[in-house]
């Protein structure tokens, strides 16, 4: 059966073969005899690369059709649909031979020059040349007076910057764009992200702060501006302003909650203020029952008022929301009340429970994409799959919160 690649070639294939037909067509109109010989050359060449093809040999089909394919006019998107395919094929290098004998044909339009120019810079840019690619982009917003070829060179060229982590040379290139593509105000915001941990590791810390309250004003709903602006604030040991700021997290992306527990049972802490920390666990349960929270309250009264208050509070939570998670701690809180209650050993039949639960717990996905599904164990920001900013965060349900 053809692949995909194998089927696109074969509608390029039909392509050729009708702009063969039509060129041929075009002949007879203007010559009164038209050459036998060359009709059929061409027609042999076509049906050799169709022979190729249905044989499933595309390299050697491809390059049947680029010979038999003379460049003009008429044929030279053809050329450029070949070339995007070897692209996506993974062979860079033959779609950069095939655009680069493009760009050297002068008898092209300045509108069709620019679009070899940008499949181009998308093929050094496949290969890992950003230089070129950066040149060639660099070259067409300086010359191009066509909108359209203008703003998918910008596009590029973020894109390329954001690969190199040139935080600032992308913000700067996007930022004219960004009331015209709203879209773009994620990912400039994380940009800013990026830019104020480099200035938090140079020891600028008043810049970072305005890197991140500009990545707030681009995207009010930012929650990592948010998590590094609480956490510079609790380096400046001002807890209370950490957690007035720690609190907009839910409402910026509730999902997002088990993520900031960390810094916020820090502040707490720090600020000698438990009973606050309690009363905020409750608030974010009614909001949302993740386990973490659960977890987090469960330890707290672990530790004020002992396991069988926490094994208390623990089942009664649980028997609402369910949780792997949450049952392996139970787990863990049955086993310490037996070890206290004078038990040489704990119950066999809880440690199996707690051997499984360990295992299922262990090959549990933490977080995912909710884009492109890409699973992780720890937080990212930028998904690593499809590149999109803020779409991972913690999975949701009976095995994760």
């Keep these: ?31 009164s005899q038209p050459s036998a010989s060359s009709s059929q050359a061409l027609s042999r060449d076509y049906f050799v690369g169709l022979n190729y093809l249905l044989n499933e040999q595309p390299d050697e ?23 995007k395919l070897f692209r996506a094929r993974g062979e860079a290098d033959k779609a950069v031979s095939i655009h680069q004998n493009l760009l050297a044909r002068p008898a092209l339009s300045q509108h069709t020059n620019e679009q070899i120019q940008l499949e181009l810079a998308r093929d050094f840019m496949a290969l890992g040349v950003h230089d070129r690619a950066q040149r060639l982009l660099n070259t067409l917003l300086e010359n191009s007076g066509d909108d359209d070829h203008r703003y998918a060179a910008k596009q590029l060229l973020v894109d390329l910057l ?3 982590k040139a935080w600032q040379q992308a913000f700067d290139v996007i930022q004219p764009l960004l009331k015209q593509y709203p879209k773009m105000r994620r990912p400039a915001a994380h940009w800013l992200c990026e830019l104020a941990l480099e200035d938090i590791s140079e020891a600028s810390r008043p ?9 707030l004003q681009l995207d009010a709903n930012c929650v990592r501006a948010t998590l590094l602006l609480a956490e510079l604030e609790m380096d400046n040991g001002h807890y209370a302003r950490a957690i007035e700021r720690l609190d907009n997290i839910p409402g910026q992306e509730i999902a997002h909650i088990p993520t900031m527990l960390p810094a916020l049972k820090h502040a707490y802490l720090r600020n000698n203020d438990e009973v606050g920390f309690e009363a905020h666990l409750y608030r974010l349960l009614e909001q949302a029952p993740y386990t973490s929270t659960i977890i987090a309250l469960g330890q707290l009264v672990h530790q004020r008022d002992g396991v069988d208050k926490a094994i208390e509070l623990i089942g009664e939570r649980l028997r609402a929301v369910p949780s792997l998670g949450g049952l392996d701690y139970l787990i863990d809180l049955y086993i310490e009340s037996q070890r206290l209650s004078g038990k ?58």
């Excluded at 810049?207 to 990545?215: E, M, N, V």
């Excluded at 920001?381 to 965060?393: A, D, E, F, M």
Aim: positive net charge; aromatic residues 6%; proline residues 3%.
């Design 1 to 31: 059966m053809l692949d995909v690649a194998l089927l696109s070639v074969l509608l390029v294939a039909i392509a050729i073969g009708y702009g063969l037909g039509y060129r041929q067509v075009g002949r007879r109109r203007h010559r």
């Design 61 to 83: 089909a491809i390059n049947t059709f680029i010979n038999v394919l003379s460049v003009n006019s008429d044929t030279v998107h053809t050329h450029i649909a070949l070339g």
């Design 162 to 164: 954001e690969r190199e």
């Design 207 to 215: 810049l970072a702060k305005k890197h991140l309250k500009r990545a």
């Design 344 to 401: 040489p050993s704990p119950d066999t039949r809880l440690l199996l429970l707690k051997h499984h639960t360990d295992a299922l717990l262990l090959n549990r996905t933490r977080h995912r994409c909710q884009r492109c599904g890409f699973a992780s164990d720890a937080l990212q920001w930028q998904c690593p799959s499809c590149r999109y900013w803020g779409t991972i965060k913690p999975v949701i349900g009976v095995e994760g919160e």
